[in-house]
């Protein structure tokens, strides 16, 4: 089946600074892909869509200037954390659109801000 | 809160029937999904089902949809230790495909 993943799978990173994070369709193309984050023990929160070639869409409450989405290609979105802060610990999430129901998820990257 | 609500635990002895209960707000959700995660995987994708459709069996799965009162759920039959894992009930959003909100998720834990 088809996959997605993500590096790295896990960061620490101190406070101040920005991470990125990759997420890669590997064997199909993806025009849209979606960043979501979770919490522990809570549901995932739809971050943003990353649209290849466009702006992504970043949903209600998300600082787009905060989580900065690219997706320059059409196997590949990046997600930048700006200037980390503890709170910005989590879990982040993307996953890819196959076509129709196939949304594939990849395994997650779980930041650490200290 | 959340938009999508789910219980946060279940256990279930192999052999027997598990189920899932999930409760949903958004009436114009086309599609109701059921996910599962497992520790270091992506979510994968069990079933989906059609707003208009009450039931949809799949092998061990079968699912219930109660649209009047936003109703979903899940049941695995014949739980197996393999089906161990975080299930999440996800409704479509803005009919987009790959759009979902998602509930909370419900640990399952298999014991022998």
């Known amino acids: 089946g088809a996959v997605v993943s993500q590096h790295p799978s896990w960061v620490i990173c101190k406070s101040g600074t920005s991470v990125k994070i990759e997420c890669r369709s590997l064997?199909?193309?993806?025009?849209?892909m979606f960043w979501y984050r979770q919490f522990p023990k809570q549901s995932l929160m739809l971050m943003a869509t990353s649209n290849e070639g466009s702006k992504a869409t970043y949903e209600q409450g998300v600082e787009k200037d905060k989580f900065l989405i690219n997706h320059a290609s059409l196997t590949l979105s990046t997600l930048t954390v700006t200037s980390a802060h503890p709170e910005d610990s989590s879990f982040y999430i993307c996953s890819a659109n196959g076509g129709g129901h196939e949304q594939y998820f990849g395994p997650g990257t779980r930041l650490t801000v200290t | 809160g959340e938009d999508v609500e789910q219980s946060l635990f279940l256990s279930v002895r192999e052999g027997d029937s598990s189920v899932i209960n999930c409760t949903y707000t958004?009436?114009?959700?086309?599609?109701l999904y059921w996910y599962k995660q497992e520790p270091g995987a992506g979510l994968q994708l069990l079933t989906y089902i059609f707003s208009n459709m009450d039931m949809k069996q799949d092998q061990r799965l079968t699912v219930l949809l109660n649209k009047k009162d936003k109703h979903l759920s899940l049941r695995i039959a014949d739980t197996q230790t393999g089906d161990s894992a975080i299930y999440f009930c996800?409704?479509?959003?803005?009919?987009?495909?790959?759009?979902?909100?998602f509930g909370a998720g419900t640990q399952v834990v298999v014991t022998p």
């Open positions: 958004d009436s114009s959700s086309t599609y």
């Open positions: 064997d199909f193309q993806a025009t849209t």
């Open positions: 996800a409704e479509s959003i803005d009919n987009s495909w790959g759009k979902f909100q």
